[in-house]
């Protein structure tokens, strides 16, 4: 399964910026969530929607940021994580990251950085 992120970038403090990530390998229907890994800091979960669009959430993101998945014939894994409010503790790079048959994939990352 290969993991295909987009979306990151710079924003100032109380910004938004919208990360997107598909699949390019399975035509499975798959669990999606995304991580985040910031300076110094050990990756972290950010969020999750399965299969059945249900969603979690870490704490530090709960009502600012909105996970959500949409599904074409072609396209069964298209997840976006809509980041709202974003301060400067959000400055990571964000991975994209699902499950299959036990073995776990990981996108190549992308930059948000929230900075005035």
């Known amino acids: 399964v290969q993991l295909q992120a987009s979306g990151g970038g710079l924003v100032q403090p109380g910004g938004s910026l919208r990360l997107s990530c598909r699949t390019t390998?399975?035509?499975?229907?798959?669990?999606m969530a995304w991580y985040r890994q910031g300076p110094g800091n050990q990756r972290e979960f950010v969020a999750e929607?399965?299969?059945?669009?249900?969603?979690?959430?870490?704490e530090s993101v709960k009502g600012r940021f909105t996970i959500y998945r949409e599904y074409a014939e072609k396209q069964p894994n298209l997840a976006y994580l809509q980041m709202n409010n974003l301060q400067s503790a959000d400055t990571a790079v964000y991975y994209c990251?699902?499950?299959?048959?036990?073995?776990?994939?990981w996108g190549q990352g992308t930059q948000v950085t929230v900075s005035s």
């Open positions: 990251y699902t499950l299959r048959l036990g073995r776990a994939y």
């Open positions: 929607v399965d299969t059945g669009n249900r969603t979690r959430y870490a």
């Open positions: 390998t399975s035509a499975l229907r798959l669990d």
